[in-house]
């Protein structure tokens, strides 16, 4: 066996129906006004979006949604969210779907309390302080996102795909 340290933040909750208890996880956590951020097909296909509605519904949570995530998320969705977020004051985010879905939600949360520019950070021209909190509803555990304090980011303005790391 090889040694390792392992850290992690991530609360993992798992098993059946499971995604029936967003809103409750959501207000254990304090969110109040919630982004729901998803891509285009897989969760509106399978019911799971309407699931996830309901159970913020049920908490009486209100949110705002963000889909058309893409495969390798893009800046300019997330200009969008970051946007979204500061207008409606939303003060928790989740990522419904795989990992590119779950990188643009933590990329809107570490911008949406940035004055600056979100691009700063895959620069490397800035360090987040802080960040919305950020729930992960996954549909597909393939990159590991859920878990991972990452996120990639492809920006086709500047022809640049970029990752950021942080606590």
Known sequence: MLNFDFCSSTY???GKGT???V???TKKFNGTKVLLHYGQGSVIKNGLLDVVRDSLNKENISFVELGGVLPNPRAELVYEGIELCKKEKVDFVIGLGGGSAIDSAKAIA?????????WDFYEALAT???GLPVAAVLTLAATGSEGSNSSVI??????KKYSLRSE
């Open 110 to 118: 570490v911008g949406a309390l940035y004055d600056g520019d979100f």
């Open 12 to 14: 993992y909750a798992f």
């Open 23 to 25: 809103g409750e996880l």
């Open 128 to 130: 987040p302080e802080n």
């Open 19 to 21: 995604e029936k208890r």
């Open 154 to 159: 492809s920006n086709m303005k500047l022809g």
